[in-house]
C-alpha cells in the first residue's frame, strides 16, 4: 500500500490561493438586510405639524400694520421707522393698552428674513402677544 504524498504524475498542484465567492455571497446577503431595515431603523420624532389655514385679516383701527422693504426699511402704517430700537420704544408703548392690539407684518418677498426677524425680535421684547403676517393668497385658488 503505497501513498503519495506530493501531486502525482499528472494532476496538478493544489491552488493556495482563497476561494472568495463564498465571501461575496455573505457580503451581498448582509447588504440586501440593510437595505431593507434601515428605512425602519431611521424614523422621526411624532410631532402633530399646524394644519395650514387662511383666516381672513380684520382690519381693525387698533391693530399695528408694520411693513418691511426689500431693502429692510421699515414703515409704521406710512411712516419710515429710523431704526430698530424707534420701532422698540412704540412697541413698547403699544404693549401697554388694554386690549393688546395685534401686529401684523407685512414683508416684501423679495427681501431677507432677517429683515423681518428683527421686527419679530422687536416685538417679543415689547411682549406683544399678537404677531401675524400678512400674505397674498396663492394665484389660482379658488377660481
Same mark, same amino acid.
Not at 448582509?30 to 425602519?40: E, K, M, N, S
Not at 391693530?63 to 426689500?70: F, G, M, Q
Not at 421699515?74 to 431704526?83: A, I, P, S, T
Not at 426677524?117 to 401675524?132: D, L, S
Given at each position: 500500500?503505497?501513498? %503519495?504524498?506530493?501531486? %502525482?504524475?499528472?494532476?496538478?498542484?493544489?491552488?493556495? %490561493?482563497?476561494?472568495?465567492?463564498?465571501?461575496?455571497?455573505?457580503?451581498?446577503?448582509?447588504?440586501?438586510?440593510?437595505?431593507?431595515?434601515?428605512?425602519?431603523?431611521?424614523?422621526?420624532?411624532?410631532?402633530?405639524?399646524?394644519?395650514?389655514?387662511?383666516?381672513?385679516?380684520?382690519? %381693525?383701527?387698533?391693530?399695528?400694520?408694520?411693513?418691511?422693504?426689500?431693502?429692510?426699511?421699515?414703515?409704521?402704517?406710512?411712516?419710515?421707522?429710523?431704526?430698530?430700537?424707534?420701532?422698540?420704544?412704540?412697541?413698547?408703548?403699544?404693549?401697554?393698552?388694554?386690549?393688546? &392690539?395685534?401686529?401684523?407684518?407685512?414683508?416684501?418677498?423679495?427681501?431677507?428674513?432677517?429683515? #423681518?426677524?428683527?421686527? #419679530?425680535?422687536?416685538?417679543?421684547?415689547?411682549?406683544?402677544?399678537?404677531?401675524?403676517?400678512?400674505?397674498?393668497? &396663492?394665484?389660482? #385658488?379658488?377660481?
Amino acid at each position: 500500500m503505497g501513498m %503519495a504524498v506530493g501531486p %502525482a504524475e499528472g494532476e496538478d498542484e493544489a491552488i493556495s %490561493a482563497i476561494n472568495t465567492t463564498p465571501l461575496v455571497d455573505v457580503m451581498l446577503v448582509l447588504l440586501i438586510i440593510f437595505l431593507i431595515t434601515i428605512p425602519v431603523v431611521t424614523q422621526s420624532i411624532a410631532l402633530q405639524l399646524p394644519q395650514e389655514r387662511n383666516v381672513p385679516r380684520q382690519t %381693525a383701527p387698533e391693530n399695528i400694520e408694520i411693513a418691511v422693504t426689500k431693502d429692510g426699511d421699515v414703515y409704521w402704517g406710512m411712516q419710515r421707522l429710523r431704526d430698530n430700537d424707534e420701532l422698540f420704544e412704540r412697541l413698547k408703548t403699544v404693549a401697554t393698552r388694554q386690549p393688546q &392690539p395685534e401686529v401684523h407684518i407685512r414683508g416684501d418677498l423679495g427681501g431677507r428674513y432677517e429683515h #423681518v426677524g428683527r421686527v #419679530v425680535f422687536a416685538c417679543q421684547r415689547a411682549g406683544i402677544q399678537k404677531v401675524g403676517f400678512v400674505t397674498e393668497p &396663492p394665484t389660482g #385658488v379658488g377660481s
